[in-house]
């Protein structure tokens, strides 16, 4: 166990993260009272990058595993695996975060199966433990470590929704896209092209963000706009480039895919 | 099976533990008598913390296990691992728990399949024994060894239940939120704040539980409070800290959300 | 092979059991046919403790499996585990049972799996013997060998019963609860408590079997009202034990405890 | 391979059997053309005991396995074992029964999973081969080698029937309980007790077999008679032995039971 | 791999098969383009037969397949199973073909899971390879391989069906049952019966094929015409062989019986 | 690791494309970006020969996986065999191509389950990293490695389709069958054919693209047009062929068949 490469888990260089309220103080407090933070918000709207932000920050090590609900309890604590001299235990990324002191982000939580979550459980209260049920060890928090799970409200749905004794022990902060000129921003200085491009491609996102429940699943993303800077960067017409990174990615719904183009020509 | 260190199940300090009703003096009786116990009661009102106390008092080492849908009964028993010399048997935590003579805690019983449920009936009745019958082993329990379980009635549904021939072999103690006097205690106490406002939180959960049924699935426990209590100790305005630790693990609804705010506004 | 203890299954001492119908001598005179018994009858009424008693009057060992829905027929007949010189073969306990005359008694076998029961087939006709396919032996049962299966007709469902051609293979013997008087002398027995004491507590359990299927799942079993007497033998006041012992267990439905616990306070 | 014991799987001693119709001529010509063939019928009418007989008369080995729907094509083909040399091929009784030219009865083959059924098609035409596809071996079947599957009509439901590909296969013999006249030879002989009993235990069947579709889901079976019978020859009274073996097995109607009952009390 | 026996594969001597239509050209030409070919029509009526008569008739090995709903994509193209010196690839059926160059048909294919059906997709277009992706190796396929495979319309239901990127893969042959002419040349050549006693069996074949649909799911397929015969062949009178062979096989609903009872006694 | 052979990723020689609008141009753009890329389109229009055709121009290596709903993420990432120095880890062809800077194509992801999806994310956004969580690694990808999916937005129903989380990483490419011209031109090319005959079976085709949501699941393909054209050119009659290869794959329905043959008689 001695040999985990702590360095690795350290996020190299300084995440590009522009700040809209209050999330990096609030963010701060939690993590000085070690209290579990549970981020949520829309896809795309840079959740995975605010804790890759913190985590900088913070100087500490971050674990981050993508749930599905495929993911067996086994998958985050650890399994036995078969070794020229037997078994030999193998930490999962929940165990090797708990032992180094990591900040562990279990990303879209809510599609992971009930003995995910159950198994956080010890290590979000009082108790901060992972009881490796199948080695016999009980695993005690390094003082650094942090739970971080994100979950998108928008795909709660009756069959899949985190329990009540799960969600009440996270304290809770919500993300949205950011506001017109701070994405403005960001397009242009990730996508590389000029700020009236860059202003462009956001309005065509607010307008999609306004279809949002009336047609479309999710309005673009702040990504999807970068895309398609970078599209237009490399050449591309912006009105193709539009198709391709804002639209097609959407929906596939003829009468709305008109609308978006419609909003797309508005623009260019 | 010699070498299980039961040392490193003893809870090691007195838990912080403020009783509420006759419940100490209920769990006592029923130790003595080795009736198996289940504790039921709501999300984060103090069933894991009152075990770890009577295991305190008592002086009994402490097994806790998170149950969970996908847990089989191997996890509870044990099952045979693959060394240099063949396979080995492992016990599982509730064999553990049999041979050392401790306190077993199934947290959340009701998530478990029903093999897990049913592999425990030995151990509850007048054989106390556990078969291994993978290991062709009978395990008389130490005489010291106790079964509790806990569950929340509030999640019971016509799915998943516990089944009667399980549910009589237990004695019950109800557990609830508790009282106003009480609660701000011990949100003073473990948020480390001062009075006044530990009382304000604890006004705000009444609200919440009152609307338990109507539109909450469940009130805000006593550890958001002291999580509150802890963002407002770190410095963040109580609003801020309330909105956090409060309204937001608990709902999305935003009809909900405004009347919770709401009640936060009238505190602070 | 030659290695199983025989003598860990033998009933160690004559258990209390207070026969009350014909059940001994048809039992007896099954078991010179050695013909397969179902025993029938509601959660906590005994049938568990009638097995062990019968094993013990007859001096053969007993073998008891408590059946569940995760339980695969390898559980029963045994599977091949890998050793230090490749796999070795492990007998279940059905096969255990097989081979050293044993009595079987497959606790709750409407639990298990299709597979379950249809291993136990050859084993119950003119057959009497228990093929292992997957070890290419057919076990030919001892001439002490009976097995013996136990359901409760009341959690029968259009889902889960036992297949005719399963049924059709057992004689049956019908199970309820014991007459007042007798069931008193039980409780006072077990219990520890005197007469007087006893006698309330199983009016109250006949009140609450005459709740069944109008509100109850079940009524209190005896073994309730052991744990109720236990309480009050270590100094609980009856109400108290009762509530834990015997309402708290039952139901959680509000109207239905208020029902119980008027109950509870006629008598004490 | 060749250490397979051929031996024994043959019938040991001529079981009793009593030909009703023409089934004795149909089965003998179907064998002759080595035609797989099809026994249908109630529970417990003899159609196990038919093919024990016909193996003993034509002098062949029979292999039995009783399907159920978690038997996988591997319980049936054969698999690898790890041994000290690595893995080792194990034949299924299938292929054991093709190697050595047995007659192997798959008993309630509709329980069985797909994969169980079409494995024996390429063995139940022209081909008569089984390709053991794991191995990389196509096993030609041994001249004397026939398939026969059973299968309760009754139970046939949309969800569970075998499918037209695998019928038309198989020739089928139909069963159904025998007459008055032999069915009491029968019990008589079976049961060893003399003919009036055993005549009166017939005419209860006969009632039940009458109530099949109206409250039954299936009538008395040959071998309920018998166990009745047994039971009397131990010194029970005949109302008490037909209440535990052939009202009890049957149902838990309270008043299907007492119509029973009172069948029961017309003859004894 | 070079020790892969390839003549195990071949058709050993020529297959009786009566050609009906085009089939034997269209399917030469198909097999000249390597164009994958689909074999469509009832159950028995001749699909195996003719993709062995084609084999035999071009000279190629034939490996069949048997496919069915647990059968997984490794069961298809290989595992690596343990051996003395660690794991070792172990082939599956269809990269043998592959390998060898040999006609590999998949029997009612329709039956298969998804993975079955996309795992051949790339050695049925223009790419003809077959990626192991746990072995990390691309079989490119032998010139002579070709892929068909086989499903039975009649059972195509919302649930089962090919998806069409794997419909469109392929060639499609129809097939139904023979001519009456041809049918009863086979009948009697296969079934060794003179002719009049062949063509009362097809009429009687023709009678039950029009009620498919009207009661029956299928008609007798021309294999059990073969089966009447030869009992007929062994000395049963043709009534009770046809109830064996023809009409038992195909119904259990008593009227149905009684309709193709009444048809085989209208010519027998 | 080092030991993986680049070069059998290479496509060997230049795939036969016929670019239809932009897409050559927005895919290079794309890739300089290193942009994951979505491909949509129906069955057979040319989505995987397009990759081919990129990957062959770029001159990078290409790995494509065939997704299906019973695929693991193991299949795509990796797993411990068992090798004779204990375990030994594997990549998957998702390692695989992230470490040898090869476009990884999934081919219709949607089928794949979600922990699929999900473990291409970090690949698909600024990390451009892949954790092997089982193996406690993070492989960084290679600067050439890029993402292909490809979907047909036919088959998206609400229970299978992509998430909104997942979609928004990938630019789209929307492809459909070519102009008349250009099929005709791709079918003479490919079937070798003259361009009369090929100018018909794209007219064949058209009428079957009309009926598509009108009983058709899907049009005919420009695959299956090929095909037809290759049977023509080994000799056999056009209306035979088209039957073969143009009608029989697309549907059972017998209306739908006549429509299409009139459809195949109006032109040959």
């Known amino acids: 166990m001695q040999d985990i490469d702590r360095d690795q888990y350290l996020v190299k260089s300084e995440p590009y993260y522009r700040p809209v309220h209050q999330e990096v103080d609030l963010y701060r407090a939690a993590y000085e009272a070690r209290m579990p933070v549970m981020l949520k918000g829309p896809t795309g709207c840079g959740k995975t990058r605010f804790v890759e932000y913190m985590a900088w920050t913070l100087g500490k090590p971050l674990i981050t595993v993508a749930c599905n609900e495929d993911m067996t309890a086994s998958d985050l604590v650890g399994r036995f695996l078969l070794d020229i001299n037997g078994t030999k235990w193998q930490d999962g990324p929940l165990t090797v975060a708990a032992r180094i002191g990591a900040i ?29 049920e199948k080695k016999g060890e009980i695993v005690e928090a390094h003082p650094d470590f942090q739970i971080v799970i994100s979950y998108n409200p928008g795909y709660q749905s009756l069959m899949k929704d985190l329990k009540q004794s799960t969600k009440q022990r996270f304290g809770a902060l919500d993300f949205d896209y950011p506001t017109a000129e701070i994405e403005t ?36 993303s702040t990504r999807l706009l970068v895309y398609a800077a970078q ?24 009468d709305m895919r008109d609308t978006l183009d419609a909003a797309v020509n508005t623009y260019f």
């Open 185 to 220: 921003e960001i397009v242009a200085h990730e996508g590389k092209v000029d700020k009236p491009i860059a202003e462009k491609l956001v309005q065509i996102a607010h307008r999609s963000r306004n279809l949002k429940g009336h047609g479309l699943d999710e309005g673009m």
């Open 104 to 132: 562990c982000y279990l990303d879209e939580v809510v599609e992971a199966r009930q003995d995910t979550t159950v198994v956080i459980h010890p290590l979000t209260d009082h108790r901060r433990n992972l009881p490796l």
């Open 231 to 254: 599209l237009i960067g490399k050449g591309i017409d912006p009105q193709s480039a539009a198709r391709m990174a804002l639209v097609g990615p959407l929906t596939d719904d003829p």
